[in-house]
């Protein structure tokens, strides 16, 4: 795991800092859930992600700003 960078929650508004991490080697495992928790894992291909950000899929920031990251990164790797 290593860190991607940081970006501001709502700059203007607040300090909130976000930090985001990269994670590899990562294994499914099952933990149970709260009673208001709602979580499922989603398996999405690479080539898709740029077409669920335009069609507005993903519209969480944390998750734009990581999968923006990792496209621009793949973009640019060797």
Known sequence: MYKIGDFYAS????????????AE??????LPQDED??????????ADIP???REGKIRDS???AALSWLMAK???AP
């Open 25 to 30: 080697g990562l294994e499914r495992s099952s």
């Open 51 to 53: 077409v669920m950000i």
């Open 11 to 22: 700059p203007g508004f607040c300090t909130e800092m976000f930090t985001l991490f990269l």
């Open 37 to 46: 928790e709602n979580v499922s894992v989603v398996e999405v291909k690479f």
């Open 74 to 76: 793949e973009a640019i």
């Open 62 to 64: 944390k998750t734009f």
